[in-house]
């Protein structure tokens, strides 16, 4: 079933969902999908990053604290639960919630109770619980390191949200939609758009970073672009490409004794010696994986470029891709 389809589905449900995928693929954009086209659309919608607090904070934001419980608690403070009350709350990162806030919200799922931190009332709230990771969850339950029974509530429906690479007919939806958005806060009258070299560059990256690199990259050539009414014709994919960054070769350079450095060491064999027992086929295979990856970091991951340098027809490039799993 379709992603969305499965949002479709769970949004008029007032059960938790767990939204799971890697850095930067759009959970957040999931779980606000979530509670606005549920029935709670019209009530208070709440995010906390789990990780952004530390442990002694993390459990004062989520369910408030007394006046007077701890040092510097001059006021009663309602948490997050409290102001969720009736809508929705997002908690992204939930992986890194220590085992005492695990145990508390674990109450708050199952029966909608909790104390405020120095206080001894049980406040009850109505909140629809989503939660966000990008580790293997089950795989830290196993551990020790989750609990198992949050997990089992937490997990009514899993929802896991694909790498931009692995949804390429995303890409320049998305890559419209953040030009789009930059050149209006730019005060443009519109968005010029990639030239096709642009858009190759585009669809054949394989975003590391998911969407949140790919609007930082969009966002980052519409601003440096020379001619506002020109389409987008350069694409900057490292910003800290530059050749006096901290730690980067230092090229010709004179150091301050006037003096030239010497040149660069010729690049060593890092082949493994055949004198020693190997398996030649894995060797090789390692060998041509790495020069692949080299190739194409060098040409900014451009496939058609990258074939040229290696000599390579684009099909056979896509083929060793392929079978090297950098596809």
Same mark, same amino acid.
């Given at each position: 079933?379709? @992603?969305?389809?499965?949002?479709?589905?769970?949004?008029?449900? &007032?059960?938790?969902?767990?939204?799971?995928?890697?850095?930067?693929?759009?959970?957040?954009?999931?779980?606000?999908?979530?509670?606005?086209?549920?029935?709670?659309?019209?009530?208070?919608?709440?995010?906390?990053?789990?990780?952004?607090?530390?442990?002694?904070?993390?459990?004062?934001?989520? *369910?408030?604290?007394?006046?007077?419980? *701890?040092?510097?608690?001059?006021?009663?403070?309602?948490?997050?639960?409290?102001?969720?009350?009736?809508?929705?709350?997002? @908690?992204?990162?939930?992986?890194?919630?220590?085992?005492?806030?695990?145990?508390?919200?674990?109450?708050?799922?199952?029966?909608?109770?909790?104390?405020?931190?120095?206080?001894?009332?049980?406040?009850?709230?109505?909140?629809?619980?989503?939660?966000?990771?990008?580790?293997?969850?089950?795989?830290?339950?196993?551990?020790?390191?989750?609990?198992? &029974?949050?997990?089992?509530?937490?997990?009514?429906?899993?929802?896991?949200?694909?790498?931009?690479?692995?949804?390429?007919?995303?890409?320049?939806?998305?890559?419209?939609?953040?030009?789009?958005?930059?050149?209006?806060?730019?005060?443009?009258?519109? *968005?010029?758009?990639?030239?096709?070299?642009?858009?190759?560059?585009?669809?054949?990256?394989?975003?590391?970073?998911?969407?949140?690199?790919?609007?930082?990259?969009?966002?980052?050539?519409?601003?440096?672009?020379?001619? #506002?009414?020109?389409?987008?014709?350069?694409?900057?994919?490292?910003?800290?490409?530059?050749?006096?960054?901290?730690?980067?070769?230092?090229?010709?350079?004179?150091?301050?004794?006037?003096?030239?450095?010497?040149?660069?060491?010729?690049?060593?064999?890092?082949?493994?010696?055949?004198?020693?027992?190997?398996?030649?086929?894995?060797?090789?295979?390692?060998?041509?994986?790495? @020069?692949?990856?080299?190739?194409?970091?060098?040409?900014?991951?451009?496939? #058609?470029?990258?074939?040229?340098?290696?000599?390579?027809?684009?099909?056979?490039?896509?083929?060793?891709?392929? #079978?090297?799993?950098?596809?």
């Amino acid at each position: 079933m379709d @992603l969305l389809d499965q949002v479709s589905l769970l949004a008029p449900l &007032d059960r938790p969902v767990l939204i799971v995928g890697e850095r930067g693929t759009g959970k957040e954009l999931i779980a606000a999908r979530l509670h606005y086209l549920s029935k709670r659309w019209e009530n208070t919608y709440i995010k906390l990053n789990c990780a952004a607090l530390p442990e002694t904070l993390l459990e004062s934001e989520l *369910f408030g604290f007394e006046q007077g419980a *701890f040092t510097g608690a001059t006021r009663r403070r309602q948490g997050r639960f409290e102001l969720a009350d009736g809508g929705s709350l997002f @908690l992204d990162e939930i992986a890194s919630m220590s085992h005492a806030a695990q145990e508390k919200l674990l109450r708050v799922i199952e029966y909608g109770q909790f104390e405020r931190i120095g206080g001894a009332e049980t406040l009850n709230v109505d909140v629809r619980i989503m939660a966000a990771a990008n580790v293997d969850l089950p795989a830290m339950a196993d551990q020790g390191e989750f609990r198992a &029974d949050l997990l089992d509530r937490l997990a009514f429906d899993v929802l896991t949200v694909p790498p931009l690479r692995a949804r390429k007919e995303d890409i320049m939806e998305l890559a419209f939609h953040f030009g789009r958005g930059i050149s209006q806060e730019l005060g443009w009258r519109r *968005f010029p758009g990639f030239t096709r070299q642009v858009q190759e560059v585009l669809i054949d990256y394989p975003w590391p970073g998911n969407v949140r690199e790919l609007k930082n990259a969009v966002e980052r050539a519409v601003c440096k672009n020379a001619k #506002k009414n020109a389409t987008v014709r350069e694409l900057v994919l490292d910003p800290f490409e530059n050749p006096w960054r901290p730690g980067a070769a230092a090229g010709t350079e004179k150091d301050k004794t006037g003096a030239e450095p010497p040149p660069a060491k010729p690049r060593e064999n890092t082949l493994p010696s055949a004198r020693q027992p190997l398996n030649l086929k894995e060797t090789l295979a390692g060998v041509e994986r790495a @020069l692949l990856k080299e190739a194409l970091a060098a040409n900014r991951y451009h496939q #058609k470029e990258t074939a040229r340098h290696l000599s390579l027809s684009y099909d056979q490039l896509r083929h060793a891709m392929k #079978k090297h799993g950098l596809l």
